[in-house]
C-alpha cells in the first residue's frame, strides 16, 4: 500500500503570498509612477490636486485586477518569461481603454492631462518589467545555488522521460530537479503491469520528498494514466500529464475548454478572435499603402508589356488558399500568351520563355506587386505560405507530410520560407517546414520583419527566376 506523504502547507502558503506580494509591488508601483510624473510634469505633490491622487490609486487597483485576469501572477516556472511581459503590456493597454472610457463617459477628460496620462502609464509599464527583470536576476542566483528548487518525479516511457529529463537538465535555472524516474514496462500489453509505479513513495528514505509527479505517456495510453493517477490518489504532489507527441506535427497547440470539456488542441490556426483582427488591419492598411506609393511604376510595367507583348498585361490563375479555398492570383504577364498551351510543368522557370524584361521582372519579383490587389479583395495576406495550383496541391499532400496545414492561414506575397532563400526551384519539404514554423510562431512583429527582409533580398536572391 502506497504511504500517504505529508502535505507541504508552506510551498503552498510560499506561493500564494509570493502572489499576494507581486499584486502589492504592482499597485504600490503604478500609484508611485504616478505620483512621480505628475511632480516632474507640474512641480509639485500629487496629494495637493486630489482627483489625480484618485485617478492613481483606482487605477493601481484596477491595474492588479486586469492583470491577474490576464493570468501575469500565475507561476512561471519553467515557462518563456517573454509571454509574461507580452501579457503585462497588455493588461496595460486594457488599463488605459478602460480609463480612457471611464474619461468620455463622464465628461471628465478636460480635467486630466494626456501627456501626464500617456507618460505615467509608460513610466509603470517600465518600472513593472524593470521589477521583475531584477527578480528573475536574483531567482535565478537563488535556482543556481540550489534553492528555491522543485523535486520532480517522472513516470512513463523510457524514450519520454528521457527527453524530459534531458530538458530540465538544459534548464538548470528553471527551478526543477528530478530526484526520481520510474519506468512502465513497455512490453506489457496496456500497461497493467506497473508494480514498480505501485511501489513508488515520494518519501522513501535518502530522496527527498517530491512536489511534483510527471507522467510522461503517448495519448494511446490513456488506460496506463488511468491507472497511475489511480495509484497516487493519495498523493498531496501536484500531478501533470505531459503527453508524448514527438511523431505529431503540431500547429499552435494548447489546451482548450469546449462546452464544459478539457481539449488539447493540436493544430490550430492563429487567425482568430483579435490576431484575425491585427492580421486583417496589417494586411489592408500595408496593401492600401504599397498600391499608392507604387502606383508610378504599377502603371509603367504595365505600360512596357502592352507595348512590347501586346495584352493581356495580367496573368491570372487559379490558387489554393486558406481553407483550401481557390481563388485567382493576379500576376503581370512575363511569358508568351501561349506558353502554357500544351499544360503547366512543376519547376524549371529558368528554361520557360520570357517576354521583353520579364526575367528581370520576376528576378526583382515586381511581376509579384498586382498581388496587393489580391490582398485589398482578402484573397490573401502580404505575408504569408505562398498558394500553388490546385493540381499540384493534389498532388503534394500525399507526399509531403504536414503539407495542408499551410492552408491554415492565408497565402501571402511573401513569407517566411522566401526571405530564407526557400522559393522557385528549391526543395518543396523543407520550404513547407518553414511556412509550418511561420504560422506556429506568427506575429505582427514577425510579418514586419519578413517584409524588411523581402525588401533588403529581392535584389539579391538567386533563386528568384
Known amino acids: ?24 509591488v504592482d499597485a504600490i508601483l503604478i500609484y508611485l ?20 491622487q484618485w485617478m492613481t490609486t483606482l487605477s493601481s487597483l484596477a491595474a492588479v485586477y ?18 509574461l511581459f507580452l501579457r503585462l503590456m497588455r493588461g496595460y493597454t486594457y488599463l488605459a481603454a478602460l480609463i480612457v472610457a471611464y474619461l468620455y463617459l463622464t465628461k471628465a477628460g478636460h480635467h486630466f492631462s494626456r501627456l501626464w496620462f500617456g507618460i505615467w502609464l509608460s513610466t509603470a509599464c517600465a518600472a513593472c518589467i524593470i521589477t521583475r527583470l531584477i ?20 513516470i512513463g516511457s523510457q524514450n519520454a522521460c528521457r527527453d524530459i529529463y534531458r530538458s530540465v537538465r538544459r534548464e538548470p535555472l528553471s527551478g526543477y530537479r528530478i530526484t526520481q524516474i520510474r ?17 513508488y513513495d515520494p518519501t522513501h528514505d535518502g530522496e527527498p520528498p517530491c512536489d511534483e509527479i510527471w507522467i510522461c505517456l503517448p495519448l494511446t495510453d490513456a488506460n496506463a494514466v488511468s491507472e497511475i493517477l489511480d495509484t497516487l490518489k493519495y498523493s498531496t504532489a501536484n500531478i501533470r500529464y505531459i503527453p508524448d507527441l514527438r511523431n505529431i506535427r503540431l500547429i499552435n497547440y494548447r489546451a482548450s475548454n469546449l462546452v464544459g470539456h478539457y ?12 490576431k484575425r483582427f491585427a492580421k486583417w488591419l496589417e494586411d489592408k492598411t500595408i496593401a492600401i499603402l504599397a498600391l499608392i506609393l507604387l502606383s508610378p511604376l504599377l502603371i509603367l510595367v504595365a505600360l512596357w508589356i502592352r507595348v512590347t507583348s501586346g495584352s493581356p498585361v495580367f496573368y491570372r490563375q487559379e490558387r489554393v488558399g486558406w481553407n483550401g479555398d481557390t481563388f485567382n492570383i493576379i500576376k503581370y504577364r512575363t511569358m508568351p500568351v501561349d506558353n502554357e498551351k500544351s499544360g503547366s510543368t512543376w519547376g524549371g522557370a529558368a528554361e520557360k520563355p520570357t517576354i521583353p524584361l520579364g526575367r528581370w521582372l520576376r528576378r526583382l519579383s515586381i511581376d509579384e506587386l498586382p498581388q496587393f490587389w489580391n490582398v485589398l479583395k482578402g484573397e490573401m495576406s502580404v505575408v504569408g505560405p505562398r498558394p500553388e495550383r490546385p493540381q499540384y496541391v493534389e498532388q503534394f499532400k500525399s507526399q509531403i507530410p504536414g503539407y ?15 526571405v530564407n532563400g526557400w522559393r522557385g526551384d528549391t526543395d518543396l519539404e523543407e520550404r ?15 510579418d514586419l520583419k519578413i517584409i524588411a527582409l523581402t525588401a533588403l533580398r529581392v535584389f539579391h536572391d538567386r533563386h528568384a527566376q
Request: charged share 15%; no cysteine; hydrophobic share 45%.
Open 183 to 199: 519506468l512502465t514496462d513497455a512490453d506489457t500489453a496496456h500497461y497493467n503491469d506497473i508494480d514498480d509505479i505501485r511501489a
Open 33 to 52: 509612477a504616478g505620483a512621480f510624473t505628475f511632480w516632474a510634469y507640474f512641480g509639485y505633490p500629487i496629494w495637493q490636486w486630489e482627483r489625480y
Open 135 to 154: 527578480a528573475y536576476a536574483l531567482l535565478n542566483r537563488l535556482r543556481g545555488a540550489g534553492y528555491n528548487t522543485r523535486h520532480i518525479a517522472l
Open 66 to 83: 486586469l492583470f491577474s485576469a490576464g493570468g501575469v501572477y500565475r507561476s512561471w516556472r519553467g515557462a518563456l518569461r517573454g509571454s
Open 432 to 446: 513547407i517546414n518553414y511556412d509550418l514554423w511561420y504560422i506556429n510562431n506568427w506575429s505582427l512583429a514577425l
Open 263 to 274: 481539449a488539447l488542441d493540436l493544430s490550430i490556426s492563429p487567425m482568430h478572435g483579435g
Open 1 to 24: 500500500m502506497t504511504r500517504q506523504p505529508p502535505a507541504n502547507p508552506a510551498r503552498n502558503g510560499a506561493m500564494h503570498y509570493m502572489h499576494w506580494l507581486a499584486k502589492t
Open 404 to 418: 495542408m496545414q499551410k492552408h491554415m492561414v492565408k497565402a501571402g506575397i511573401t513569407g517566411w520560407a522566401q
